[in-house]
């Protein structure tokens, strides 16, 4: 009953920008972390960045420096915000929370938005 909804994903050239955006709807009571991931075809899927309620975050030292994740707590809501691209960013970007219903408390996952960066 809880869905996660991921945007802003497209092509996108060497050094340029994107910003993804990811909402959160539902019977949401709280949501702890909420965080970024990206997967490529025959990888693992990998944290990019986390930002959980205390408001600290965490990157991926692929990405520090170039990343910035955030959080809007009244729209239930994280941003991913993707400065100096690389094609090595190239990838299926999941927007993942732990979020705690009336019921219980679950770890969610978006569809995926795919963002690739040309050289």
């Known amino acids: 009953q809880v869905h996660l909804v991921e945007s802003g994903g497209g092509l996108v050239q060497a050094g340029g920008s994107a910003r993804l955006s990811c909402a959160a709807s539902?019977?949401?009571?709280?949501?702890?972390?909420m965080g970024w991931y990206r997967q490529v075809p025959g990888k693992q899927r990998e944290l990019v960045a986390v930002?959980?309620?205390?408001?600290?975050?965490n990157y991926s030292g692929s990405v520090k420096g170039r990343f910035t994740i955030s959080r809007d707590n009244a729209k239930n809501m994280v941003y991913l915000q993707m400065n100096s691209l690389k094609p090595e960013d190239t990838a299926v970007y999941y927007c993942?929370?732990?979020?705690?219903?009336?019921?219980?408390?679950?770890?969610?996952w978006g569809q995926g938005t795919q963002v690739t960066v040309s050289s």
């Open positions: 930002i959980p309620s205390s408001g600290s975050t």
């Open positions: 993942n929370a732990a979020i705690q219903t009336y019921y219980s408390a679950q770890n969610y």
């Open positions: 539902g019977s949401i009571f709280r949501i702890n972390s």
